[in-house]
């Protein structure tokens, strides 16, 4: 036709067109896009550049994983467009709402932040097309998980001016208040659903259940379980994972036994992630002996084991000390074709630099290089040698990394930093739901949602900063390839050297790979806090916490913990309580390990009644106290001279089934010298008694 002369008519277009992206043949799609752009004259044959055919085109393109492809065209639409989306010319040649959120929805499952934000904008910036309810779903849900929970309460705003949410609307943003750790305020907007006239599904459920046992909140867990039963929902094996996971961390055993066996009553039949959560759950609640007998029953069935499985238990044989059986597993683990990841050769490389088997880690990192699982220790070797040979001096000592902005002990202003910025929409923390919609003139009295409304004034529409705290946990450390060193590689070295003890050396690594570009993460802030904190360097721990704030990392359940054992170091366990006071205000949750923590540090102040508090409200948020609550409480108890507290703790400790190990042996010999240091007084007072009235 083209050599004929014959001109292309807009239905044999739209014909060929259309033949070529169902046969997946794009390239020709776009040269016939291309003929009829730059060859034939637009001014006469403005019919052949419908918005449709575009529009089949980018579908078509983000379906068949053209994603690259499809952005191109896609920008180039919007560029040429004039604004007037039924215009002339090109000015109508615009994406409808379908193909905006093929790509949007694409660009979120590739994880592509920075292009969806850039398409967002662009959207917004035209105007000239408005967000269904499904696109402000699509966002709402994608900045919210990429933890932009500002941006998530001002789209549902804008969603309410505009139309009324759906439940995709509300899932979204209890699964956003969730990832954010606001898991109350979840719970609240669950409530809201229910009389909006939407009624909670599986979805809703289901995240509810996970987000409650994350945050240690099992009897909210366990009621919404309840509840979805009861409306005829048939729980997941992931719901059933989600309790599980939960009653273990809460260190419920029981509860979580009782559970597995309602799973299996109930029909629902157990996957390796189950199996995972139960070996690491009893590992992590003194039952090793039936962990590891679980695992061995379920690798002689040869079923619901996997890499992960072999990893929790390597990493436990680690701590023991069993360093042959954990190298064995390691090999098993490769013979049966699993992919030993960074975390288990990390963990490995510790254990033998802890108990001095240093043929052991030759032997390991010779087995690295033969087995080609980290190439890029090699490929980096000679420019991170030439970089580590100028480490800072001792006298420095890292201070001009890490310049503290005045001092340790004003830890609570960067905590406070919240408040800073909810001062220009008004000061209602702590305020219940039902008086805070009258703090706010423009809060509509007959919303459906009053208290997602009150969230979404709190935020102001450029709020694009993340939150100061986060729900997620560190993330497991998984290779990326052999052509990039990323933040996860630089976390496992960082590892290596933290354990060594050399800090200088730890400090230039993150020096080197933050001027190259690898942004930190909070695991790397976590670990080189934690490392000063143990060393006694205070201030440069302060000066990585300002470092955290000025790169609006969000701060987790890890960093309080480091800051409040470093306030407990130092003595101030009444700002460690302050501290407490702010982690739970912003959302936060207190887990095994920060209630230990504040007990030691209370209990070492002096504050002994503070930390006996502590422990019943440890108890009654369904927490229960492991062999270092009870060491802790049974010490700090003797040295204050309390020796009846101290014994009754130890019974706890022995009803409760804890198994003491070796520092509570230590323990029981300082309560030991105690008790008979009494006795020898009471005897003493009693023989000079005797010999006054002789």
């Not at 503290?404 to 220009?424: K, Q």
Request: charged share 25%.
């Amino acid at each position: 036709m083209k050599q004929d002369g014959v001109v292309l008519d807009p239905l044999t277009f739209k014909m060929l067109l259309d033949a070529f992206i169902k046969s997946g043949k794009f390239d020709s799609a776009l040269e016939i896009l291309d003929h009829v752009e730059n060859e034939l004259d637009l001014g006469e044959h403005t019919n052949y550049l419908m918005p449709d055919l575009y529009n089949s085109v980018l579908v078509a393109l983000v379906r068949n994983e053209q994603l690259g492809l499809a952005l191109t065209i896609f920008f180039k639409l919007l560029d040429s467009s004039s604004g007037e989306r039924n215009g002339e010319g090109n000015g109508g040649v615009f994406p409808n709402a379908v193909a905006c959120n093929e790509v949007l929805v694409a660009l979120r499952k590739a994880g592509m932040k920075d292009e969806f934000k850039r398409v967002f904008d662009k959207l917004k910036e035209k105007g000239v097309f408005p967000l269904d309810t499904y696109g402000y779903n699509i966002c709402i849900h994608a900045f919210g998980c990429w933890g932009e929970l500002g941006v998530s309460l001002s789209l549902f705003k804008e969603m309410k001016e505009k139309g009324c949410p759906d439940l995709c609307t509300y899932n979204s943003l209890v699964l956003v208040l969730c990832l954010a750790g606001k898991v109350k305020d979840a719970l609240i907007v669950w409530e809201e659903l229910k009389g909006s006239g939407h009624e909670p599904d599986e979805i809703t459920y289901g995240i509810l259940i996970h987000g409650s046992s994350k945050t240690y909140r099992t009897d909210d867990a366990t009621k919404i379980f309840s509840e979805m039963q009861y409306n005829g929902f048939r729980p997941s094996i992931n719901v059933y994972n989600f309790l599980l996971d939960g009653y273990l961390k809460a260190r419920k055993l029981n509860e979580a036994c009782q559970q597995f066996e309602k799973m299996a009553d109930d029909g629902v039949r157990a996957s390796c992630w189950t199996y995972n959560i139960l070996i690491d759950g009893l590992f992590r609640n003194g039952r090793p002996a039936a962990a590891y007998a679980l695992f061995c029953d379920l690798n002689k069935k040869g079923q619901f084991v996997d890499g992960i499985t072999y990893s929790i238990v390597t990493l436990q044989f680690c701590r023991e000390g069993r360093l042959e059986e954990a190298i064995q597993l390691v090999e098993e683990m490769e013979a049966r074709g699993f992919v030993v990841g960074l975390v288990t050769i990390t963990a490995l490389v510790i254990a033998h630099y802890r108990h001095g088997r240093w043929e052991g880690i030759e032997r390991l990192m010779k087995h690295i290089r033969d087995g080609n699982l980290m190439p890029t220790v090699l490929k980096w070797k000679a420019t991170m040698e030439a970089s580590m040979k100028d480490p800072q001096s001792r006298s420095k000592d890292f201070t001009p990394m890490f310049a503290a902005e005045g001092d340790f002990n004003e830890v609570l202003r960067l905590i406070n930093s919240a408040d800073r910025r909810s001062d220009t929409s008004g000061d209602t923390e702590g305020v219940e739901p039902d008086k805070k919609d009258s703090l706010s003139g423009d809060t509509d009295q007959w919303s459906s949602s009053p208290y997602m409304d009150h969230l979404a004034n709190q935020v102001g529409s450029d709020n694009h900063s993340f939150l100061p705290f986060s729900l997620s946990r560190g993330k497991r450390v998984l290779e990326k390839g052999t052509n990039s060193f990323d933040i996860d590689m630089v976390n496992t070295y960082l590892s290596i050297f933290l354990a060594k003890g050399k800090l200088s050396l730890a400090c230039k690594l993150f020096e080197i790979f933050t001027d190259m570009g690898v942004d930190p993460v909070g695991y790397t802030y976590n670990s080189m806090m934690s490392s000063f904190v143990k060393k006694g360097y205070f201030n440069e721990a302060w000066g990585v916490l300002n470092e955290m704030g000025d790169n609006t990392c969000p701060t987790d359940i890890a960093t309080y913990n480091v800051i409040i054992q470093g306030l407990g170091k130092m003595g101030r366990a009444d700002l460690a309580s302050a501290v407490l006071d702010k982690l739970l205000e912003q959302g936060g949750y207190l887990d095994i390990v920060m209630y230990n923590t504040l007990i030691n540090a209370l209990g070492k102040a002096g504050r002994t009644d503070e930390a006996t508090k502590l422990f019943q409200q440890m108890r009654s948020s369904g927490i229960n106290p492991d062999v270092v609550t009870y060491n802790t409480l049974v010490e700090v108890h003797s040295k204050a001279d309390r020796l009846k507290d101290a014994y009754k703790f130890l019974k706890l400790m022995l009803n409760a089934g804890c198994p003491p190990n070796h520092v509570t042996d230590t323990t029981l010999d300082f309560l030991k010298e105690e008790i008979e240091k009494v006795r020898y007084q009471k005897a003493s007072m009693k023989l000079a008694n005797s010999d006054k009235y002789s």
